[in-house]
């Protein structure tokens, strides 16, 4: 990774949807130079997948509730993300100490729509049993950044 590398990550994690050109605009490369770095951070894991960034309010999703976990035994993490990743209301997921194992940030429209999230969580061969907090308001909040968490391994 050399300062173009990070200059072409700047520009996608400020808009995934950037064209070579216009990236390459940014770091003076062509179009050919620029796709070239982006396939091989691709092939290289730097770039790990492209993503939609939604707001959930505009949804309709105006309840939150932290749901913690707990499981049957060790899982393997990749398996459980890739599980979690098909539940679109699950907006973070964490590992945790304590006797969880998982929390999840759940945004749902209303309790009945909670409800099966909780549900398709239960549902998951290795979901033991879970244990949800509706969050009612919030008294302090600041983020980190554009991003609210990094996607992590």
Do not use: C
């Amino acid at each position: 990774m050399d300062a173009i590398d990070q200059g072409i990550l700047e520009i996608l994690l400020g808009d995934g949807r950037a064209t070579y050109a216009m990236i390459g605009r940014h770091v003076g490369l062509s179009v050919a130079a620029t796709k070239r770095r982006v396939d091989r951070m691709i092939r290289d894991g730097v770039i790990r997948r492209f993503t939609v960034v939604v707001d959930p309010a505009l949804l309709g999703w105006n309840l939150e509730a932290h749901l913690r976990v707990f499981t049957t035994g060790a899982v393997p993490f990749a398996i459980m993300r890739s599980d979690l990743e098909k539940v679109p209301e699950i907006v973070g997921a964490f590992t945790v100490a304590g006797p969880a194992d998982a929390v999840l940030r759940v945004m749902a429209a209303d309790l009945a729509h909670l409800e099966r999230v909780i549900s398709q969580v239960r549902g998951l061969p290795y979901v033991q049993q879970t244990d949800t907090t509706v969050l009612l308001s919030t008294l302090l909040y600041r983020p980190i950044g554009d991003v609210e968490q990094a996607d992590v391994p």
